[in-house]
């Protein structure tokens, strides 16, 4: 951010150029470059958060905090009565709900997937889950939430599908070092970078598979994601010399390949 509290989308001169800085491959990438862009993000990166005021006075910040990040108390609620207590666990307020998950992990309605470029857009997994098989389903079924993602998984796909657990064990793909989520919770969603055209940075969490080659993951307009994931996206980045009706041949049977 400048001192304005605006985030920095130029360079000195004003020119427009990459300011956004990607850690998995250490390269800068655009981020709304030339806008004037307010920092109006703090209702779901802080803590103690109030839409009025401006943070330390800079009028690019719109709002208020009392911590920065996602502290404890944003999912637990006020802690001085627990601490007061000795540490009370009884104290704590704990909600196990998708919804709480979903103040933040949503983009606009929850009932809808908003897409942009041919990819689902970021933080959108309570959107996704909704349309999904698993939309009865709190996240923390799956995750540990004080856990970084890829060693949050308390659960995973095994003890619910163990036909197709029997059907996949001693397969080509299982021989190779496949996961389910490989082809079940693709990269379809881009925060920052696409790696290739059907490989963005971010899994999805829409589970189905349509194996019709002529199907569409999009809207005609290609502002929303429908409620399944297409063949491009869960074999091509992958099998990259490959088309969608090769994948379309072998998808049937796909977890007993070679057997
Ligand atoms: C106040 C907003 C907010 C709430 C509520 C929230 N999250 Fe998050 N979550 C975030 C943000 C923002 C990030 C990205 C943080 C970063 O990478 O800097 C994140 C990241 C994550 C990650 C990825 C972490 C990683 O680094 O790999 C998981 C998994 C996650 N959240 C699960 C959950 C679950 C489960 C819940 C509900 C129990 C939840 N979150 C509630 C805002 C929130
Ligand atoms: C509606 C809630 C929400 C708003 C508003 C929001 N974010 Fe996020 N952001 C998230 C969540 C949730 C994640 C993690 C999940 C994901 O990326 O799919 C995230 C991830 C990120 C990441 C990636 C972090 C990482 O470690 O990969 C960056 C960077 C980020 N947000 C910046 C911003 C900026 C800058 C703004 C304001 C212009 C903003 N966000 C507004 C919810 C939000
Ligand atoms: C707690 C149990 C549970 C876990 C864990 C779970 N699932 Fe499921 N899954 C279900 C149930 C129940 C359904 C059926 C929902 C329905 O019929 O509407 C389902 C449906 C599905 C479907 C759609 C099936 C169809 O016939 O179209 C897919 C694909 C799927 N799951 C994949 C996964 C993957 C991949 C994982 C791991 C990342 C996973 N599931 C984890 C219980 C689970
Ligand atoms: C190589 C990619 C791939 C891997 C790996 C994979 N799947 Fe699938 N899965 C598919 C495809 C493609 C379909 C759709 C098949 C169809 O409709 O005939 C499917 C269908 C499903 C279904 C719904 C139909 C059914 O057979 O019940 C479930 C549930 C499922 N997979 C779960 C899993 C689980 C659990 C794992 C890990 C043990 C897994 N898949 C691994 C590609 C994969
Ligand atoms: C059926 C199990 C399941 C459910 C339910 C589920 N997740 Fe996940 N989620 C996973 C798996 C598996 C991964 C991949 C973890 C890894 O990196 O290996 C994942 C990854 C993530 C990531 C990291 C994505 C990325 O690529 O950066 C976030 C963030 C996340 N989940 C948030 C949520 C939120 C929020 C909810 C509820 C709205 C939720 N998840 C529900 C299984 C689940
Ligand atoms: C995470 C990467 C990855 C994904 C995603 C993936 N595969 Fe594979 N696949 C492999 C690897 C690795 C092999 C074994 C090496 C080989 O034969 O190329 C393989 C082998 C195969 C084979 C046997 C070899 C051949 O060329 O005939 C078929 C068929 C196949 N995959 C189809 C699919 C289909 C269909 C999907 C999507 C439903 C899929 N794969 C998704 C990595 C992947």
């Not at 389903?137 to 599908?161: G, Q, R, W, Y």
Request: net charge negative.
């Amino acid at each position: 951010m400048n001192n304005e509290g605006y985030i920095i989308t130029t360079d000195k001169s004003g020119q427009p150029m990459p300011t956004q800085y990607n850690l998995a491959t250490g390269e800068w990438v655009d981020y709304h470059p030339g806008e004037k862009k307010p920092y109006n993000c703090g209702k779901c990166h802080t803590t103690g958060y109030s839409e009025d005021g401006h943070q330390d006075g800079r009028e690019g910040i719109v709002g208020t905090w009392a911590l920065p990040g996602i502290q404890w108390e944003r999912c637990h609620g006020p802690a001085a009565d627990h601490i007061a207590a000795g540490g009370d666990p009884s104290l704590v307020e704990v909600n196990t709900s998708a919804e709480l998950c979903g103040q933040c992990h949503i983009r606009r309605e929850a009932t809808e997937i908003p897409a942009k470029g041919g990819f689902i857009r970021h933080h959108e997994q309570f959107n996704e889950l909704l349309a999904s098989p698993h939309a009865d389903f709190d996240c923390v079924t799956c995750h540990d939430p004080h856990k970084k993602a890829e060693f949050s998984i308390k659960l995973n796909c095994s003890p619910c599908h163990s036909s197709v657990v029997a059907a996949f064990e001693g397969s080509t793909m299982q021989k190779v070092g496949m996961k389910c989520t490989d082809c079940h919770m693709p990269a379809a969603s881009k925060s920052a970078v696409k790696f290739g055209p059907y490989q963005g940075d971010v899994a999805t969490h829409l589970f189905r598979i349509n194996t019709d080659p002529t199907a569409s993951m999009f809207t005609d307009d290609g502002a929303f994601a429908k409620d399944f994931v297409t063949l491009d996206f869960a074999c091509l980045s992958c099998h990259k010399d490959k088309d969608i009706n090769w994948a379309a041949e072998r998808a049937s049977g796909i977890h007993s390949l070679g057997k």
